[in-house]
């Protein structure tokens, strides 16, 4: 067991910790002991890193003046946003390059000894959750605030997946790049997350490939008992009279249950999933995914002349393409004969009437609530959709553009975390750090990588199904 006031007695300390060994438990325990200190930064990578260490750091009943959580790059953001002065700064939407300038930014700001000396007074501890995921430059940051504060970093070397933007990873195993951090080295070896009254079966096979992938050697399911390996054809996901759709189907009863899909780079199959599902999982969305931008900038070219058309606009954004076809075509609503349609239609028409004389955000958002509820319209990206109704009433609410909102928004997430739970599909970028009672892994055997089959495989804390069309599993480039 890890003796906690040795650990954090240091001045740079690093815990190697396994998915679900009790890593952000630890950080909890690790802040009791720091209270007496004064007031910790604790610093992760994702929204739901953050939603996850303030969940349960409040469950160990520690005061929240005493510890403060947010992502590494928002921490970075607020400083060079106050005490940049240099004329350019990229467009947010514009996340490959906004980042990067940013974090580039914050390590020459974090030299100054003003900023030094504002960081001490505020802060007497840093903690750095998912170190795994550090970019080479980030691990410059966290080098630099190591110098300023006692830092105590927390990773798993086989959870590393990220990759900002291609750039390289930091090395948790090479000593030379983890300098001091290397010398007060500890680790954690039981996998509580299943030792708990959960499954210590899946607790003890997860063990096990993890030490097979370690090794770069072939994953075989079948020795598995924990598991539930479903060995089907991928195309038969689309197919209701093939088992493998009807077995995804019954998830639909689960309360907790993330399916995990091995693609990263495209949207489109999850959505997919999401249309022939029902609507009966919710899409985890990128907190940067442009689609939040893209249609911010498209409210921001509404006029009272223009607005039944970007109404249009706006819906095929939002809605399937066919239930918006029911109601519009290319000049406005439809004209209906159905004396049904014409009531509920009726309301909305007068609310875009009213805009058209005087425009106002917080009345578009009425509208597309309104035609969100009109029948065949079926919402896949209720985030996004949600995100941008609350963008829409906040620009008026604060007289601002639309964009100008949704990145105050965005950037709140990054502050302050976003909860996860219910019925979802997303990937491993979108999921790392989520616990969810089931998980489903689709089409397993398309995993190139150790490192996210790792980490779609722990996400599940009782049980864990993989598709597969092949059940033994060899995922490496």
Aim: overall charge positive; glycine content about 4%.
């Amino acid at each position: 067991m890890l003796n906690y006031e040795e650990f954090i007695s240091k001045d740079k300390s690093m815990l190697i910790a396994p998915a679900g060994y009790g890593k952000t438990h630890t950080i909890s325990e690790c802040l009791k002991y720091t209270q007496v200190l004064g007031k910790q930064l604790v610093l992760t990578h994702t929204h739901a890193g953050i939603a996850s260490l303030k969940e349960k750091i409040k469950k160990e009943g520690i005061p929240f003046s005493s510890y403060q959580v947010e992502t590494i790059t928002s921490f970075a953001q607020r400083y060079v946003l106050s005490f940049y002065n240099g004329l350019y700064i990229p467009k947010q939407e514009d996340n490959n390059e906004y980042y990067s300038f940013i974090i580039a930014k914050a390590c020459n700001i974090f030299k100054l000894s003003p900023v030094k000396k504002i960081i001490t007074n505020t802060y007497k501890g840093l903690f750095v959750d998912e170190y795994q995921d550090c970019t080479l430059k980030q691990h410059e940051l966290i080098l630099l605030l190591s110098d300023i504060l006692p830092t105590h970093i927390f990773g798993d070397f086989l959870q590393g997946i990220f990759g900002f933007r291609g750039e390289q990873l930091v090395d948790m195993e090479n000593s030379t790049e983890m300098g001091e951090f290397a010398k007060s080295k500890y680790s954690l070896d039981l996998p509580q997350r299943w030792l708990n009254g959960n499954n210590c079966l899946l607790g003890n096979d997860l063990k096990h490939i993890r030490e097979i992938l370690i090794n770069k050697e072939e994953v075989d399911l079948t020795i598995f008992s924990s598991i539930e390996t479903y060995n089907f054809n991928e195309s038969d996901l689309y197919d209701p009279r093939t088992d493998y759709y009807k077995e995804i189907k019954k998830l639909l009863k689960e309360e907790s249950i993330l399916i995990i899909h091995p693609d990263s780079t495209s949207i489109n199959p999850r959505i997919k999933i999401i249309q022939n599902f029902n609507n009966g999982f919710s899409l985890v969305e990128s907190i940067d995914s442009k689609a939040f931008y893209a249609i911010s900038k498209e409210a921001d070219l509404i006029t009272m002349e223009n607005i039944s058309f970007k109404v249009i606009t706006l819906c095929l954004m939002l809605f399937n393409k066919t239930g918006v076809a029911i109601w519009f075509n290319d000049k406005g609503f439809k004209r209906k004969t159905k004396e049904d349609d014409k009531i509920v239609l009726q309301p909305i028409e007068i609310k875009i009437k009213t805009l058209g004389n005087k425009l106002s955000y917080s009345l578009v958002s009425e509208v597309l609530k309104d035609i969100k509820k009109l029948t065949g319209i079926k919402c896949y990206r209720r985030e996004l959709f949600n995100s941008f109704c609350k963008a829409l009433e906040e620009a008026e609410f604060q007289n601002i553009s639309v964009l100008e909102s949704m990145t105050n928004k965005r950037n709140s997430i990054r502050r302050v975390g976003r909860k996860i739970t219910g019925r979802c599909i997303g990937t491993t970028l979108l999921t790392k750090g989520l616990e969810f009672d089931t998980v489903a892994i689709l089409n397993a055997h398309k995993f190139d990588c150790p490192k996210h089959l790792y980490v779609a495989m722990t996400r599940a804390s009782k049980r864990l199904l993989i598709f597969t069309n092949n059940t033994s599993l060899k995922p490496y480039k």
